[in-house]
């Protein structure tokens, strides 16, 4: 039985390995991670970082490429970045389970109390209370962070047209951009909070918007070959989709690196909330995209699939963090087992490559990473270490661990079985 079944997962894993050197990705190499030793890495910046801002209202933003230091963004509704440091803390926290750690996520998460009551500004309310007050709950279940979370949840949900079908992400660009309903790739990870708050107490319609705001999203915002538009403009009084355009992409039809790991995040989460196949399978659509155009050998993609300038375009570790934490939930969660592994194994080549020298600050700044892209159309933030790459660079490393411990407990279950076929008497 146990050579049966360890001959039946090196059949599976010789299929990924065959389909993911012939169709994903190439020249992959069979790594492995070290996660302990990256998340104390992790850990270790993370206090220098405390040190270096501590006394400052702000939150962490941005260390440009040729600084050394965190540039820190007010803690302001027309910020949307705040909710990562607060969220990076409270990974660390889990991981380090220190006290001191737990008190820091608490300082900086308190910074937000001020947004929390504010109306409406855009869909990134999702992203700022969130990444904070999400995994605030989920570490300690303090009733007053998920009162803060539901009333996020009804907030957001304000920008939703029934006509269209999807949330208007930035009511600021109706006006100056002609763009009466515009609903951006990144709002799908924003769905997670109307997901949340409809299973925790909150308005049950909030599960069918953000399911809509997938479906129709899913419907207009894509092209044949699974590469999407960033900016999705609909007519507002009969929801028609008018355009598909660019806002931080290199051209309205290039592939963005960081708008496909929203889309990839994105559809993952919606399978994980739903159940629903179609998800599941757009997941894998779009994904199977972007490891087919990852550079030959490589796992941190350009910052755009399609800038003329490849080999000297910069490179994006953000969209690569986003999508090695989006590629081990759904390899996770994948019905098939080949598919599975080639998520996995392309996951932890991305976090290998990100733990690298060349993706790792190290001693030269307290950011984990270096080589994000923030804006390239604004010439902003380009090569620079930015939160959110950090973010979910940490989350992505905790999620490996906790993988890795569940496929620990799972063997460790089949050997107690196995044993106790063989000696019954093992729990009398
Ligand atoms: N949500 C904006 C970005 O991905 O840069």
Redesign the pocket.
């Given at each position: 039985m146990g050579n049966r079944m360890c001959l039946k997962s090196s059949v599976y894993i010789l299929a990924a390995w065959v389909a993911l050197c012939s169709c994903t990705v190439r020249n992959i190499q069979n790594t492995t991670l070290d996660v302990d030793r990256n998340l104390a890495y992790c850990d270790s910046q993370v206090q220098k970082a405390l040190k270096e801002i501590s006394g400052k209202n702000g939150m962490p933003r941005n260390i440009l490429h040729n600084e050394a230091h965190w540039n820190l963004c007010p803690v302001e509704i027309t910020e949307?970045t705040v909710g990562f440091w607060p969220g990076i803390l409270w990974y660390n926290y889990e991981n380090t389970g220190d006290m001191e750690d737990k008190d820091a996520a608490v300082y900086y998460t308190d910074l937000l109390v001020p947004l929390t009551t504010l109306p409406v500004y855009d869909h990134?309310i999702g992203?700022q209370l969130f990444c904070s007050y999400g995994n605030a709950y989920r570490l300690t279940g303090y009733e007053k962070y998920k009162r803060i979370i539901l009333n996020a949840a009804d907030t957001l949900a304000t920008l939703y047209n029934p006509e269209v079908g999807t949330i208007l992400s930035w009511p600021r660009e109706v006006e100056p951009n002609n763009w009466p309903h515009n609903t951006?790739m990144?709002n799908m990870i924003n769905l997670e909070l109307l997901y949340w708050a409809a299973k925790n107490g909150g308005d049950k319609r909030l599960y069918d918007m953000a399911t809509r705001h997938a479906e129709t999203t899913m419907k207009n915002q894509f092209r044949e070959d699974g590469g999407n538009y960033h900016v999705a403009v609909y007519n507002t009084a009969d929801g028609h989709f008018i355009k598909g355009v660019t806002h931080?992409g290199y051209g309205d039809s290039t592939l963005w690196a960081?708008g496909q790991a929203?889309a990839i995040y994105g559809y993952t989460m919606v399978y994980r909330e739903t159940q629903d196949k179609k998800f599941l399978r757009f997941a894998e659509k779009v994904a199977d995209l972007y490891l087919r155009r990852l550079p030959e050998g490589e796992y941190i993609p350009y910052w755009d699939f399609d800038d003329p300038d490849i080999p000297n375009a910069p490179k994006d570790a953000s969209a690569a963090a986003i999508v090695a934490s989006a590629l081990i939930e759904l390899s996770q969660l994948e019905d098939n087992r080949e598919k599975a592994e080639v998520y996995r194994l392309a996951a932890t080549n991305m976090l290998v490559e990100l733990s690298s020298e060349k993706f790792q600050s190290r001693a030269s700044k307290p950011s984990f990473l270096l080589h994000s892209v923030?804006?390239w159309p604004a010439k902003s933030e380009i090569d620079a270490s930015i939160n959110y790459a950090d973010y979910y660079y940490i989350e992505a490393l905790t999620r490996y661990k906790k993988m890795l411990e569940k496929g620990e407990v799972k063997r460790r279950f089949l050997s107690l079985q196995r044993r106790e076929k063989k000696s019954p008497n093992l729990f009398p």
């Open positions: 949307w990134d992203f951006i990144d931080q960081r929203w923030g804006h």
